[in-house]
């Protein structure tokens, strides 16, 4: 199986920081997208920032220019900086990937649990 755990949510006031970590571990072979979403209470769940292969990434407008994602393809870990936050931020933010966990396997997406992060005003 394949476990995907996040790390780093919290409480922050508007125009803070936070950063996000998750790591994905198991039976693993391959990773190919690996990113974030969020779901903010009484919404859909929405992209927030992902790399869709190798290095390219995908951002959310609203968040472009204030969160940035990064990878450690060795660690299979994946990071979002979350820079500026605005109220409107706040949201259980989650880790997904796109694994393989064998080269003769198709790919499937795991979820991480979700981690809280809330902006005060």
């Known amino acids: 199986q394949v476990q995907l755990v996040e790390s780093g949510g919290g409480l922050v006031q508007a125009g803070g920081s936070l950063r996000l970590a998750c790591t994905a571990s198991g039976r693993i072979f391959s990773v190919s997208h690996m990113g974030w979403y969020r779901q903010a209470p009484g919404k859909q769940r929405e992209l927030v920032a992902i790399?869709?292969?190798?290095?390219?990434?995908n951002y959310a407008d609203s968040v472009k220019g204030r969160f940035t994602i990064s990878r450690d393809n060795a660690k299979n870990t994946v990071y979002l900086q979350m820079d500026s936050l605005k109220p409107e931020d706040t949201a259980v933010y989650y880790c997904?990937?796109?694994?393989?966990?064998?080269?003769?396997?198709?790919?499937?997406?795991?979820w991480g649990q979700g981690t809280q992060v809330t902006v005060s005003s």
């Open positions: 997904a990937a796109t694994v393989k966990q064998d080269p003769l396997l198709r790919e499937e997406i795991y």
């Open positions: 790399f869709i292969s190798g290095s390219t990434t």
